[in-house]
C-alpha cells in the first residue's frame, strides 16, 4: 500500500508533504497492534479492540511517540473513521490507495472461496 500511496504522490503535481504520506501510510494500521491480541495460537479482538478501532488507537500511539500532527492525521484518518474529516491531500491519498489495496485483496480472498 506505501508502494501505491508513493506512486500517487509522485504523479501528482502541487507540492505535497511525501515524508508524511510514507510515514502515514507505513504506520496506518500501528493502531492494529492494540486491536488485537495473539489467544490460544488465533488473532482476536482485544478487550481493548472491543471499544477502540486501529485508526484511533494508531493515533494514540502516534501522538505518544510525539509524531507530527499530518501523520498523527493521516492514521485517524485513514479508515472510515475519516470520513467526517477534512483530510489532507495526503491523508486522501493513503485512505484510497488503503481501500484499493483491502478491496482487491478481498476480492481474490472471496473468488477463491
Ligand atoms: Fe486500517
Known amino acids: ?4 500511496a508513493w506512486a500517487v504522490i509522485n504523479a501528482r503535481e502541487e507540492p505535497l508533504n ?5 510515514a502515514g501510510a507505513l504506520l496506518h494500521d500501528v493502531g ?12 482476536v479482538k482485544s478487550a481493548f479492540g472491543e471499544k477502540t478501532r486501529h485508526p484511533a488507537a494508531g493515533a494514540q ?11 498523527v492525521h493521516i492514521i485517524a484518518a485513514h ?6 474529516m ?5 491523508a486522501i491519498i493513503v485512505h484510497h490507495c488503503d481501500f ?4 482487491i485483496i478481498k476480492a481474490r480472498v472471496t473468488k477463491r472461496g
Not at 61 to 71: C, D, F, H, S, Y
Not at 86 to 90: A, D, F, V
Not at 100 to 103: A, G, L, R, S, V
Open 79 to 84: 479508515s472510515h473513521e475519516g470520513d467526517t
Open 32 to 43: 492494529k497492534l492494540l486491536e488485537y491480541e495473539r489467544k490460544d495460537g488465533k488473532i
Open 1 to 4: 500500500m506505501t508502494q501505491l
Open 86 to 90: 477534512n483530510r489532507t491531500p495526503e
Open 18 to 22: 511525501k515524508d508524511s504520506l510514507v
Open 100 to 103: 484499493i489495496d483491502f478491496e
Open 61 to 71: 500511539l502516534a501522538e505518544a511517540g510525539k509524531l507530527p500532527n499530518e501523520v
